[in-house]
Each structure stands twice: as C-alpha cells, then as structure tokens.
C-alpha cells in the first residue's frame, strides 16, 4: 500500500528564517512526486513534479529535491505571503489512471 | 481559459437528498477526476475518467456515481446523502493518463445533516 507522510504538521518561521519540509513515502515504483500549496478555501495549487532521485526543482523562494524515500521542500527566506498548506503527493506506476496518494499536508505560518 | 470550474461552492442536504456537484474544465483535458478532503485525512480519489464515456472507481466510490458524456464535463452525483459524506469535494484534471500535472478546482464544501 503506498504511503505519504508529511512533516511537521505545522510550522511557524519569522520573515527571512528558511527551513525545510520533508514528505516520506512508500511506493511501489514511483512514477511521479507531486507538490502542491493550498491556501485556505481554495484548491490544490501545482508547484512541482519529481520523477526520479537526485532531481531537483525551483520556484522563486522554493526548491524540491527528492531521494529514493522522501522529498524536502526547501523554502529560502520566507514571505507572509508564503503562508499555507504545503501538500505532498506520489502516483505509482501500478495504478490505473492517475491516482495521486497525498499525505496530510504541512501548515506553514510566516509571520513578518 | 477559466481552469476547471466547480458549482455549487457550498451546499446543505439533509440525510436521504440526492444532488450533483458539477465541474467543468476548458483545456481539452483527457483525464478528470473527483477527491474529497477529510481533516486528517488527506485527500482521497473518489472516481475517475480517461476520456468520455470511460469512467473507474477510486479509492472511495462507494455512495457516489460519476458519468462523463463530455470531454468538458464530469459530474459527481450522491444519491442518498449521509452523514458521512460530509466533505470539501475537488474536482481534478490533466492533460493525458500518466505523470501528468493534476490541476484542482476552486472545491465544493458540503454539509450532510
């Protein structure tokens, strides 16, 4: 059965204080590892995709980069405005269709 | 392009009422699906579809029926709400079935009383 873990749970940061999340995960052959952010009463917002260890992504403050069992977000000098909820996803080569398998997230608070 | 669209945003039934939750999307997407969001729980794949008239259960389909006569659309139906199903409901799409991005709509919230 695959499985995501996300941690922490929560995490608070001032302005400028960078820190790292980390998403665990147990899959039967990896097809992709997803990112996203979500902001209160929205959608899932796409951030990244992984498909294979050592690769690494960025976005602005943001950068992803993956192992053979979990992936970091890694969020340089934050903003306020890079507050939310940071959900990790793997979809598994076994699946039919593309099924995602999300982990519970991490709430990010930045305060200024 | 609008993305994909959700209505309605929010919704209240009581126990027993049957409803739809449409979606919609307008990038020609091949592949839809439906999740709900539970605390604690994550988001969890209800129903899928890889093109119209081809449709396939998730991870939790039970209570819920999907039909896609539409490359644009795909409904989500309850047809005898329980307490249960009380959820934030998002609907998903992608260009093709594989490592493709997935990308979500606005959500419904729906409260089963």
């Known amino acids: 059965e695959d499985q995501v873990t996300q941690s922490p749970e929560a995490l608070r940061l001032q302005e400028g204080e960078s820190s790292s999340l980390n998403c665990s995960y147990t899959v039967s052959g990896l097809r992709g590892l997803f990112w996203y952010r979500q902001d209160p009463g929205k959608g899932p917002e796409f951030l990244f995709t992984?498909?294979?260890a050592g690769e690494e992504k960025e976005k602005e403050r943001l950068k992803a980069t993956l192992t053979k069992k979990e992936s970091f977000l890694h969020i340089t000098a934050p903003k306020p405005e890079d507050s939310a909820t940071y959900l990790c996803a793997v979809q598994a080569m076994q699946n039919a269709g593309n099924m995602l398998t999300f982990g519970g997230g991490t709430r990010l608070m930045v305060k200024p | 392009n609008a993305g994909v669209t959700q209505t309605p945003k929010f919704q209240v039934l009581k126990t027993g009422q049957s409803m739809t939750l449409q979606c919609a999307q307008d990038?020609?997407?091949?592949?839809m699906s439906w999740y709900r969001q539970d605390p604690g729980m994550g988001l969890r794949l209800i129903h899928y579809s890889v093109g119209a008239g081809i449709t396939d259960q998730g991870e939790v389909p039970n209570g819920y029926n999907v039909s896609r006569s539409t490359t644009e659309d795909f409904p989500l139906r309850l047809l005898s709400a329980a307490p249960s199903q009380t959820s934030v409901y998002f609907c998903?799409?992608?260009?093709?079935?594989?490592?493709?991005?997935?990308?979500f709509g606005p959500g419904t919230r729906l409260l089963v009383l």
């Open positions: 998903a799409s992608s260009p093709r079935t594989g490592a493709e991005t997935q990308y």
């Open positions: 990038m020609n997407h091949e592949y």
């Open positions: 992984l498909y294979s």
